[in-house]
């Protein structure tokens, strides 16, 4: 089982990033599939998740400028996408996309099953 993530950067205040994360090796369109974040001197904090049957679930703090996504036809590959629009230097962080989570705790960091490496993500002021 593998998880790729990409689409991080550098970008400025007020900019859009589009995560992507490609997960391989199994097919988990039973299963919930989500972001995490990590900020520096910070614990790693829930962002989204979406649901085997399409349920989203956000963290509370930043509902409204994220918007998570799933693409899960391929049995070979299914795919998470994170929108981020309006990025704050808060939203600085490296952000790992996790797959095979329990669908009744799609916000615990623990139900998911594989993480992929994580993609940096600089917003400037």
């Known amino acids: 089982v593998q998880l790729q993530a990409s689409g991080g950067g550098l970008v400025q205040a007020g900019d859009s990033l589009r995560l992507s994360c490609a997960a391989s090796?199994?097919?988990?369109?039973?299963?919930?599939m989500g972001w995490f974040r990590q900020a520096p001197g910070k614990e790693r904090e829930f962002v989204a998740a979406?649901?085997?049957?399409?349920?989203?679930?956000?963290?509370d703090s930043l509902k409204g400028r994220f918007t998570i996504s799933r693409d899960s036809r391929d049995n070979a590959k299914n795919w998470v996408y994170l929108q981020i629009d309006s990025l704050e230097p808060e939203d600085t962080a490296v952000y790992y996309c996790?797959?095979?989570?329990?669908?009744?705790?799609?916000?615990?960091?623990?139900?998911?099953?594989?993480w992929g490496q994580g993609t940096q993500v600089t917003v400037s002021s």
């Open positions: 090796g199994r097919t988990f369109s039973g299963y919930s």
């Open positions: 979406v649901s085997s049957g399409g349920t989203t679930y956000y963290a």
């Open positions: 996790a797959a095979g989570g329990d669908s009744l705790r799609p916000r615990i960091e623990g139900s998911y099953d594989y």
